[in-house]
């Protein structure tokens, strides 16, 4: 499993922004489903659990600015919506996805695969790399037995 950050180190964050109660129960969400890739509409199903005053606009507003202090980030993987998960820290940077092209589930991968590459492109092009993502798109165990 990916490192994720403290709270503590997500409130560290909110130094010029308020960390409202509608802005702590879509971090609640996100801590408490970090092993999941979360559109909107699930994020606001599941924090209209926590406070049923939370609405679409709340939500948008709310995820741009935890992308903006980078506590998450979007993906897109082709299927029309955003995803959102929960950064990791720099101490685990690199994780890939499969994604199911029948039932649209969202596996990680927890193998870097392209470590020696990311080294050598850093080394042969004096360049600083941050962060990489890579996607596989295929059909997950579960719909190749269906036969779908």
């Known amino acids: 499993m990916r490192d ?8 560290n964050r909110f130094t010029d922004y308020k ?13 408490e489903n970090s092993d999941h890739h979360l559109s909107a509409e699930e994020v606001l199903q599941l924090a209209q659990e926590k406070n049923s005053d939370i609405g679409f606009a709340t939500i948008y507003r ?16 082709g299927d029309g919506r955003s995803r ?7 101490k685990e940077h690199h994780h890939h996805h499969l994604v199911c092209l029948k039932c649209d589930a969202i ?12 080294e050598n492109i ?3 092009q004096e360049f600083k ?4 993502r890579l996607q596989f798109y295929g059909y997950c165990k579960d719909c190749q037995q269906k036969g779908e």
């Open 62 to 77: 709310a995820l741009d600015l935890l992308e903006e202090l980078e506590i998450i980030h979007k993906m897109n993987f």
């Open 84 to 90: 959102y998960e929960l950064t990791h820290t720099e």
């Open 129 to 132: 790399i941050y962060d990489h």
């Open 107 to 118: 596996l990680e991968v927890k193998d870097d695969l392209l470590f020696k590459l990311e």
């Open 19 to 31: 960390l409202t109660p509608q802005r702590r129960a879509v971090l609640e969400v996100f801590f």
């Open 4 to 11: 994720k950050p403290s709270i503590k180190e997500i409130e």
């Open 122 to 124: 850093e080394r042969e």
